[in-house]
């Protein structure tokens, strides 16, 4: 393969994955706008994307459903593109290849194949990895809306989740650290810089709800 198809091949694999980053964050903003819940814009950054809704949904039931359509069409791509991936490998068992843990046989699939079985991975990375009970990533959402039609507490609720983000990210800057002292390089420092963003985020957001509800019924005149 020559140098200028493998740029544009790399080229298409990350337009794909900015492309299921967006497909993600729609189908958050597809079902908040169905719930009345408008979404003034969506924002793509180097961890993933941000669909900015207008405002906190007002029942649990409707903070499950925003927050588990991301997930789900993230593992609906991994799906889709695993299995177009398998299908253009023919006779070579990836699948069977890949429970085993020898991976080699990657390094024989065509470009296509082998951008498919990329963006397969990355997305049931990626919905896996939202799915961890942390607010405010989704599963931490999921999580909210879970103790919060449990309890009928929001604020409580948004504690609970927020401390669980706080916790999974400083475990991550802790194996961050772990590992730079071990050598492990670039992989440690992303790990730390995600901890400290997830970490400092559920923090916000839980002052943020405090804040809207103390507030929320005062205007500008009022203060």
Not at 44 to 63: N, Q, W, Y
Not at 158 to 169: C, D, E, I, K, P
Request: aromatic share 10%; glycine share 12%; with cysteine.
């Amino acid at each position: 393969m020559g140098a200028g198809h493998g740029l544009g091949h790399g080229a298409a694999v990350r337009a794909g994955f900015f492309a299921s980053l967006l497909a993600h964050e729609l189908s958050h903003s597809v079902v908040s706008q169905y719930l009345g819940i408008p979404v003034p814009r969506i924002t793509l950054f180097l961890f993933g994307g941000v669909a900015e809704i207008s405002r906190e949904p007002d029942r649990p039931k409707h903070e499950f459903m925003i927050a588990i359509a991301g997930p789900l069409m993230s593992l609906l791509i991994a799906i889709i593109c695993s299995n177009l991936a398998f299908y253009l490998a023919g006779d070579m068992n990836v699948a069977e290849t890949v429970r085993s843990g020898d991976l080699s046989v990657l390094t024989n699939l065509g470009p296509l194949a082998t951008a498919l079985f990329w963006l397969g991975s990355i997305n049931l990375l990626l919905a896996i990895f939202n799915m961890i009970p942390g607010f405010p990533m989704d599963g931490g959402r999921v999580f909210r809306a879970s103790i919060w039609a449990i309890t009928g507490d929001q604020r409580k609720a948004t504690l609970w989740a927020s401390n669980v983000g706080r916790y999974f990210g400083w475990f991550l800057m802790a194996t961050g650290v772990m590992g730079l002292l071990q050598g492990q390089g670039l992989g440690s420092l992303w790990s730390i810089l995600i901890g400290w963003f997830l970490a400092n985020l559920a923090t916000m957001s839980y002052k943020q709800l405090v804040t809207d509800q103390t507030l929320g019924a005062f205007t500008i005149a009022d203060l």
